[in-house]
């Protein structure tokens, strides 16, 4: 057997791969190493398709220097608009609107390095309006919590956490130095103290190596992650990265089917910069990506609710709520 049937055999026998197996797997015949993972997808996750929808409940001036993003006040950027965190109004909004197109997990996703505790409390007053309401899923992106804030947002209906590794530890001081990975590490095992699932993956296309990406998808394996984000940056002018060359169609198959073997189990989704694909993700959703966010994302366009579940439906998957 060739490398691509060994390791698929082995995972399928219950096994992990190595990152030296992964590093061997990135330079195998691509359409072998797509057929596989989605194989592999199949065995270990069956039909389920993981879709979600994000708001922008807290936009711009951010403190930090993330180099990818047009939300950082240390960048000269086209981003639209700044303002504070959203009212329970404009969530519950966002939520309701998203139930009825038929998403069942709703991320508020907020700028800087943490809310504070007040806006904590505002926005745990929004959930719990959002859990009355509604019955979607509730996902939130608000920075560096630690676990007692976590706590509190599980008590109000939270059941997932997202938190970007964006790299690997050797690459992240390249991507941001207003804040270490061993924060966000700490953040997420908070989280999974708090008794929360948790959301975490990266950027591609930042300039890293294929080992990176490795790297980073390794680090979510060991902190139990099963919902990887698979970005692929949009180059925003005006910000360190605006000349990066976005991600070809093959390049993101490949990232998408490594990811599979690498985490046979997870929800690999596709996320930010999915609308820079010439079909949309489709090939990835047929290479083991079964996840994506749908909808408009930060402050980028992205797909709409109603055509991803049109095609998700198409490729003989089912909307569910995957991993927690």
Do not use: W
């Not at 059941?159 to 270490?180: A, D, G, I, M």
């Amino acid at each position: 057997m060739n490398i691509v049937e060994t390791l698929e055999k082995q995972i399928l026998d219950g096994a992990q791969i190595t990152r030296e197996e992964a590093l061997r797997l990135s330079d195998a015949p691509l359409e072998e190493l797509c057929a596989a993972a989605d194989r592999i997808r199949r065995q270990r996750c069956g039909n389920g398709f993981d879709i979600c929808t994000i708001i922008n409940g807290k936009c711009g001036r951010c403190s930090e220097d993330c180099k990818y993003c047009a939300q950082s006040a240390r960048y000269r950027t086209a981003c639209p608009e700044s303002y504070p965190l959203l009212s329970t109004e404009k969530l519950l909004e966002g939520a309701k609107r998203s139930e009825t197109d038929g998403v069942l997990r709703y991320s508020i996703v907020t700028s800087g390095k943490r809310l504070s505790e007040r806006e904590i409390d505002q926005v745990c007053e929004s959930i719990r309006a959002i859990r009355r309401e509604t019955s979607i899923g509730i996902c939130v992106s608000f920075g560096l919590l630690n676990e007692r804030q976590f706590r509190k947002l599980a008590e109000a209906g939270v059941s997932r956490v997202h938190c970007n590794l964006e790299s690997s530890r050797n690459y992240f001081p390249k991507v941001c130095t207003t804040h270490t990975y061993d924060e966000k590490i700490e953040t997420l095992k908070a989280a999974v103290r708090a008794g929360l699932s948790v959301c975490s993956g990266g950027i591609l296309g930042l300039g890293e190596t294929m080992a990176d990406r490795i790297d980073m998808v390794l680090a979510a394996r060991e902190l139990g992650v099963k919902s990887v984000p698979m970005n692929l940056l949009n180059p925003i002018p005006g910000t360190p990265y605006e000349h990066n060359r976005p991600l070809t169609d093959a390049e993101a198959r490949r990232c998408a089917a490594l990811f599979r073997f690498l985490i046979p189990d997870a929800s690999i989704r596709l996320a930010g910069g999915r609308g820079l694909l010439e079909d949309k993700g489709e090939a990835c959703f047929r290479s083991g990506a079964n996840a994506a966010i749908s909808g408009n994302l930060l402050t980028t366009a992205g797909v709409t609710a109603q055509t991803d579940l049109a095609l998700i439906r198409r490729l003989g998957f089912e909307a569910r709520l995957c991993n927690g």
